[in-house]
């Protein structure tokens, strides 16, 4: 049987990672021609969660300005946003379960320590 505070544990690891892949994706969203990366969260073959990264490959806009062709990234700043967001609740969630595991660790202590 696995251990649930070490489930938690990977599952806090990937989604830190995720949460690099995000920065990436919006420090880069202003270079012409970038193209953003997803992460993509697995389960693991032990008891656990790994990230995949994938390079994505979309169709980029051009634009024309003052005579001059630029080429647009294809991150949408919005999502990488909600991103973000499900990502801080999903963080809260392992922590919490990292807490109850300690806790339920505590109880098996006092009833047979």
Known sequence: MA?????????????????????????????????KSRAVTEQAETPGVT????????????????GQTKTASSVDPAEELVSLMVNRHSYDANIQALRNAEEMQGTLFDLFG
């Open 3 to 35: 251990n649930a505070a070490d489930i938690a544990v990977s599952a806090i690891r990937a989604l830190d990672r995720a949460r690099e892949v995000v920065a990436n994706n919006l420090a880069n969203m202003n270079t012409g021609g970038f193209q």
């Open 51 to 66: 990230l995949r990264v994938e390079q994505l490959s979309l169709p980029i806009d051009t634009v024309s300005l003052g």
